[in-house]
């Protein structure tokens, strides 16, 4: 009684002071720590959890979604204050979020977002933002005036929504016209062969927008086989990406910054544990990667 | 037999009619450029389609032809890497895509295994074995040579556009003039009284499979050509666009009847509607309504000959 008591009045004293009494356990859990993406994302919480106080558990799922739930478990039992998860699945990844919900342990969502339980706040790239990026730098390239075509993602997806939108209010102001907006399914082939259509249909053209990089290097490929100079500019930063815009056969790529996704979750517990609101969606800005 | 004619001329009629309609609306269809970019995007599907047609005619399908072409192509990008020489790299594959495709008759004839389920299964443990052999990244495949193949131009027609006549030739001429050719029709005809009268079915139906998964693999060294790159996930839903090729040429899918000249109208009719859909900038949500459509209509006006 007496201790519950000592409890608190510990937690009703400023955060400030609680810390400086002992360092709050959080746990990170990941999809996976085989893949770059997620490494650098983990670097980037490390690093901020040194400065904000935090001893943070990093635990790999190994994309496994058993994996995932003992994990939780583990962090669950060791009373973690709050537990940022990275889901192998979103629907999967439930049953892991209802066991913290139970012991009252705050939880929040990197990158891919949870079908089911509690979560107090998601973050994760803001592919609006992005498509507005790459459709200003489109617009300054093209100094705000021609033709250009969209490639889009698979109809009714969000990345492909939220990446189109973002572009089309960037070239909204300007002078820029989209002659051709056509769905190329996020893949490499039929970026190629529809933008093998688009050539034909559109004799003047500047500039193609893809929502990903592979249908930005399926329209370079059809490009290719003419003589013609168009911009292409695509999403994701993948590696034949980034060799693309190197080589100038490519204008730009979109690129997501993971270990801003890393640091940004951690600011968020630390927001949270001080009892501060904080967002259900934090989005975090992309980066534009040019020649 | 004039009749008959009229009849085996229909889907060709149809072709006709949707390119006259198609170059109203759009006045860059019928240009020289445009006709060769739409003979380069149908020969993918018109050389998957030939083998589709072999299986066809027998009463089988075949689903794994999407992932023989992204496993095919993903060995093929593997083995140039590793040097091999373009001719050696390309025979292997061709190889790979018989030896593959035999399995899978073998599953059908000596397993009792219905066509839909075995190459089913082979789709699926093809697609797994090229995301594994992949690690579920593209390849690249930029050499030179190799890229001719997909990317070159003969007498200003594309490679692909060669490759594709070569096909449909020669299978027209199996199917036509050869003993195989006509035993092909009699199981699809009546298996039962095939092998009662002394065809050795389980082989013939065994090398269906073996030229359709040559086939396959052949489509997909184009398609890694082309791109210089082989994407572990090529051909995801190119079963479907060959199986309509076939059926929209007037091959029944009961087998036994029906022609590789139908096959190449049915693939140009599949690749002149994609081609006219992107130069129109129809919306992607009607594209498809569109898409349906048509295939709907061209398959009712060729049922109405049986009528």
Same mark, same amino acid.
Request: hydrophobic content about 50%; overall charge positive.
């Given at each position: 009684?007496?201790?519950?008591?000592?409890?608190?009045?510990?937690?009703?004293?400023?955060?400030?002071?609680?810390?400086?009494?002992?360092?709050?356990?959080?746990?990170?859990?990941?999809?996976?720590?085989?893949?770059?993406?997620?490494?650098?994302?983990?670097?980037?919480?490390?690093?901020?959890?040194?400065?904000?106080?935090?001893?943070?558990?990093?635990?790999?799922?190994?994309?496994?979604?058993?994996?995932?739930?003992?994990?939780?478990?583990?962090?669950?039992?060791?009373?973690?204050?709050?537990?940022?998860?990275?889901?192998?699945?979103?629907?999967?990844?439930?049953?892991?979020?209802?066991?913290?919900?139970?012991?009252?342990?705050?939880?929040?969502?990197?990158?891919?977002?949870?079908?089911?339980?509690?979560?107090?706040?998601?973050?994760?790239?803001?592919?609006?933002?992005?498509?507005?990026?790459?459709?200003?730098?489109?617009?300054?390239?093209?100094?705000?005036?021609?033709?250009?075509?969209?490639?889009?993602?698979?109809?009714?997806?969000?990345?492909?929504?939220?990446?189109?939108?973002?572009?089309? &209010? +960037? $070239?909204? @102001?300007?002078?820029?016209?989209?002659? /051709?907006?056509? %769905? =190329?399914?996020?893949?490499?082939?039929? *970026?190629?062969?529809?933008?093998?259509?688009?050539?034909?249909?559109?004799?003047?053209?500047?500039?193609?927008?893809?929502?990903?990089?592979?249908?930005?290097?399926?329209?370079?490929?059809?490009?290719?086989?003419?003589?013609?100079?168009?911009?292409?500019?695509?999403?994701?930063?993948?590696? &034949? +990406? $980034?060799? @693309?815009?190197?080589?100038?056969?490519? /204008?730009?790529? %979109? =690129?997501?910054?993971?270990?801003?996704? *890393?640091?940004?979750?951690?600011?968020?517990?630390?927001?949270?544990?001080?009892?501060?609101?904080?967002?259900?969606?934090?989005?975090?800005?992309?980066?534009?990667?040019?020649? | 037999?004039?009749?008959?004619?009229?009849?085996?001329?229909?889907?060709?009629?149809?072709?006709?009619?949707?390119?006259?309609?198609?170059?109203?609306?759009?006045?860059?269809?019928?240009?020289?450029?445009?006709?060769?970019?739409?003979?380069?995007?149908?020969?993918?599907?018109?050389?998957?389609?030939?083998?589709?047609?072999?299986?066809?005619?027998?009463?089988?399908?075949?689903?794994?032809?999407?992932?023989?072409?992204?496993?095919?192509?993903?060995?093929?990008?593997?083995?140039?890497?590793?040097?091999?020489?373009?001719?050696?790299?390309?025979?292997?594959?061709?190889?790979?895509?018989?030896?593959?495709?035999?399995?899978?008759?073998?599953?059908?004839?000596?397993?009792?295994?219905?066509?839909?389920?075995?190459?089913?299964?082979?789709?699926?443990?093809?697609?797994?074995?090229?995301?594994?052999?992949?690690?579920?990244?593209?390849?690249?495949?930029?050499?030179?040579?190799?890229?001719?193949?997909?990317?070159?131009?003969?007498?200003?027609?594309?490679?692909?556009?060669?490759?594709?006549?070569?096909?449909?030739?020669?299978?027209?001429?199996?199917?036509?003039?050869?003993?195989?050719?006509?035993?092909?029709?009699?199981?699809?005809?009546?298996?039962?009284?095939?092998?009662?009268?002394?065809?050795?079915?389980?082989?013939?139906?065994?090398?269906?499979?073996?030229?359709?998964?040559?086939?396959?693999?052949?489509?997909?060294?184009?398609?890694?050509?082309?791109?210089?790159?082989?994407?572990?996930?090529?051909?995801?839903?190119?079963?479907?666009?060959?199986?309509?090729?076939?059926?929209?040429?007037?091959?029944?899918?009961?087998?036994?009847?029906?022609?590789?000249?139908?096959?190449?109208?049915?693939?140009?009719?599949?690749?002149?509607?994609?081609?006219?859909?992107?130069?129109?900038?129809?919306?992607?949500?009607?594209?498809?309504?569109?898409?349906?459509?048509?295939?709907?209509?061209?398959?009712?006006?060729?049922?109405?000959?049986?009528?």
């Amino acid at each position: 009684m007496k201790r519950s008591l000592a409890c608190l009045l510990a937690l009703a004293l400023v955060p400030g002071a609680m810390f400086a009494q002992a360092r709050p356990k959080v746990g990170l859990l990941l999809s996976t720590l085989n893949n770059p993406f997620f490494v650098t994302l983990k670097d980037g919480a490390t690093k901020e959890a040194k400065t904000a106080g935090f001893d943070l558990i990093v635990l790999d799922s190994q994309n496994d979604s058993a994996k995932e739930m003992s994990n939780a478990e583990d962090l669950v039992s060791q009373k973690v204050a709050a537990i940022m998860i990275n889901p192998t699945d979103s629907d999967a990844v439930g049953a892991a979020i209802k066991l913290a919900n139970r012991e009252n342990i705050p939880v929040i969502t990197l990158d891919r977002g949870a079908n089911s339980g509690k979560v107090v706040s998601h973050i994760a790239s803001d592919n609006v933002a992005g498509g507005k990026m790459a459709g200003a730098y489109v617009a300054k390239l093209l100094k705000s005036q021609g033709n250009v075509a969209e490639l889009e993602g698979i109809a009714g997806t969000s990345a492909a929504r939220d990446r189109g939108k973002g572009f089309n &209010d +960037a $070239i909204g @102001a300007t002078r820029i016209k989209v002659v /051709a907006r056509q %769905v =190329a399914d996020f893949d490499r082939a039929k *970026g190629m062969s529809v933008m093998e259509n688009i050539l034909q249909a559109q004799p003047d053209l500047k500039a193609v927008f893809a929502h990903n990089d592979e249908m930005a290097l399926g329209a370079v490929k059809a490009i290719q086989g003419t003589s013609r100079k168009i911009l292409v500019v695509g999403f994701d930063a993948t590696d &034949d +990406a $980034i060799a @693309a815009v190197k080589a100038g056969t490519m /204008a730009a790529t %979109v =690129a997501q910054q993971p270990a801003l996704i *890393g640091s940004l979750g951690v600011d968020t517990v630390k927001s949270i544990l001080a009892g501060k609101a904080v967002p259900a969606f934090v989005p975090v800005s992309l980066k534009l990667i040019t020649q | 037999m004039n009749k008959n004619l009229f009849a085996r001329l229909r889907p060709l009629i149809g072709l006709l009619v949707l390119s006259i309609a198609i170059s109203w609306f759009s006045p860059r269809f019928l240009t020289t450029g445009n006709i060769l970019n739409v003979l380069r995007q149908t020969s993918i599907n018109a050389v998957i389609a030939t083998g589709m047609t072999f299986v066809i005619l027998t009463g089988g399908i075949d689903l794994s032809v999407g992932s023989i072409l992204a496993y095919a192509g993903a060995v093929m990008a593997a083995l140039l890497a590793a040097h091999l020489a373009l001719w050696a790299g390309v025979g292997l594959v061709l190889l790979l895509g018989a030896v593959i495709g035999a399995v899978t008759g073998l599953i059908i004839t000596k397993g009792k295994v219905q066509p839909f389920i075995a190459t089913f299964v082979s789709m699926t443990l093809l697609r797994g074995a090229t995301l594994v052999f992949t690690d579920g990244r593209p390849i690249t495949a930029d050499q030179d040579a190799f890229a001719s193949l997909g990317q070159g131009y003969g007498f200003g027609v594309p490679v692909p556009v060669f490759i594709m006549i070569g096909v449909l030739g020669l299978a027209y001429y199996v199917l036509r003039h050869t003993r195989f050719g006509r035993y092909v029709y009699a199981i699809g005809g009546n298996e039962q009284a095939s092998r009662l009268s002394g065809l050795r079915t389980d082989a013939i139906k065994t090398t269906v499979y073996a030229v359709s998964g040559v086939l396959a693999a052949l489509a997909g060294i184009i398609l890694t050509s082309r791109l210089s790159s082989a994407q572990p996930t090529a051909g995801i839903g190119y079963e479907l666009d060959a199986i309509a090729a076939v059926v929209l040429g007037g091959t029944s899918l009961a087998g036994g009847s029906g022609t590789i000249f139908g096959t190449l109208i049915g693939a140009l009719i599949i690749g002149i509607l994609n081609n006219a859909l992107n130069l129109m900038d129809v919306s992607s949500y009607y594209q498809m309504i569109a898409k349906g459509a048509i295939i709907l209509i061209a398959v009712l006006l060729d049922r109405k000959r049986d009528a």
